[in-house]
């Protein structure tokens, strides 16, 4: 089954940049979108930015901009590189994968997958 293991949070004051990195482990299936979602204390967990196998990306309002997600297909990688960042992008950001198996026990079952998630802490 697949793991998504997300690196790359810490605190960084308002101004700065942060890169996140998330990487699935496995090689039983094949991924068609990956997104990176955040939630705030308190606040339901939103879509920050997302990336399909082909480099389609889609974007938050909020990160438009200031975010840039990218993609490493032959790694199993995704990437999120955060400038500008606010008070407000303080959250725990999570990494999620969509796809499916193609071999092994989850052989032709569809793929699900969260990561653990990483917080990122923007002081004013």
């Known amino acids: 089954q697949v793991q998504l293991v997300e690196s790359g949070g810490g605190l960084v004051q308002a101004g700065e940049s942060l890169g996140l990195s998330c990487t699935a482990s496995?090689?039983?299936?094949?991924?068609?979108?990956m997104t990176w979602y955040r939630q705030a204390s308190g606040k339901p967990r939103d879509m920050v930015a997302s990336?399909?196998?082909?480099?389609?990306?889609n974007y938050a309002d909020s990160a438009k901009g200031r975010f840039t997600i990218s993609r490493d297909n032959a790694k199993n990688s995704m990437y999120l590189r955060m400038n500008s960042l606010k008070p407000e992008d303080t959250a725990v950001y999570y990494c999620?994968?969509?796809?499916?198996?193609?071999?092994?026990?989850?052989?032709?079952?569809?793929?699900?997958?969260w990561g653990k998630g990483t917080l990122v802490t923007v002081s004013s």
């Open positions: 999620h994968a969509a796809g499916f198996y193609h071999s092994g026990n989850y052989a032709g079952k569809t793929m699900d997958a």
């Open positions: 496995g090689t039983t299936f094949s991924i068609s979108t």
């Open positions: 990336i399909t196998t082909t480099g389609i990306t």
